[in-house]
T-cell receptor, first 111, second 114 residues
Framework: SQQGEEDPQALSIQEGENATMNCSYK?????LQWYRQNSGRGLVHLIL?????REKHSGRLRVTLDTSKKSSSLLITASRAADTASYFC???????????FGAGTTVTVRA | DSGVTQTPKHLITATGQRVTLRCSPRSGDLSVYWYQQSLDQGLQFLIQ???????AKGNILERFSAQQFPDLHSELNLSSLELGDSALYFC?????????????FGEGSRLTVL
């Protein structure tokens, strides 16, 4: 079963707006990562946040992590048409070598 | 370009057949991961190798097997194929051996079983 679950499943926004998606997971984690996948393409790593971190920024991306609630959020600011993609959170656990992905959030940015 | 190469990009075959998917990791990466992506199951972890040795196993069917060779390329063998095996198969590599870290994904091999 998936370790992470994203919410919402789909999101449609206007160019220039912000997009926020959430990820919840079930067990204690070592790291949480976010990936982007353009339709039918390979996944691209966006950002990694460690379990002892609460917030991280990378360009227009802002990720938060709340380990007490077992949840994370990804904020994309000032969205662009090129941000149209599926976004996945992925978690790994200490001494567990696999990275488990959620079902993803499909984001459509309208011009 | 992630630096991870997967071949073939597309593959169409019949039920009962066997196929081999190949992956060349990024230069210097010792870890290779295989994932299956389908509409109903999402991204499923299959198996991971580190420097030639199997390190983690996920929801990999007994009909599937994999290996990592001394030159670090990896192959995923799928046999006795069923319609439900139709999916996008991804290989990813990582430089980390002790925890997962950032994965670099190939463009995938799309398998269609008819």
């Amino acid at each position: 079963s998936q370790q992470g679950e994203e919410d919402p499943q789909a999101l449609s926004i206007q160019e220039g707006e912000n997009a926020t998606m959430n990820c919840s997971y079930k067990t204690s984690i070592n790291n949480l990562q976010w990936y982007r996948q353009n339709s039918g393409r390979g996944l691209v790593h966006l950002i990694l946040i460690r379990s002892n971190e609460r917030e991280k920024h990378s360009g227009r991306l802002r990720v938060t992590l709340d380990t007490s609630k077992k949840s994370s959020s990804l904020l994309i600011t000032a969205s662009r048409a090129a941000d149209t993609a599926s976004y996945f959170c992925a978690t790994d656990r200490r001494n567990d070598y696999k990275l488990s992905f959620g079902a993803g959030t499909t984001v459509t940015v309208r011009a | 370009d992630s630096g991870v190469t997967q071949t073939p990009k597309h593959l169409i075959t019949a039920t009962g057949q066997r196929v081999t998917l190949r992956c060349s990791p990024r230069s210097g990466d010792l870890s290779v991961y295989w994932y299956q992506q389908s509409l109903d199951q999402g991204l499923q972890f299959l198996i991971q190798y580190y420097n030639g040795e199997e390190r983690a196993k996920g929801n990999i069917l007994e009909r599937f097997s994999a290996q990592q060779f001394p030159d670090l390329h990896s192959e995923l063998n799928l046999s006795s194929l069923e319609l439900g095996d139709s999916a996008l198969y991804f290989c990813a590599s990582s430089s980390s051996g002790t925890n997962t870290g950032e994965l670099f994904f190939g463009e995938g091999s799309r398998l269609t079983v008819l």
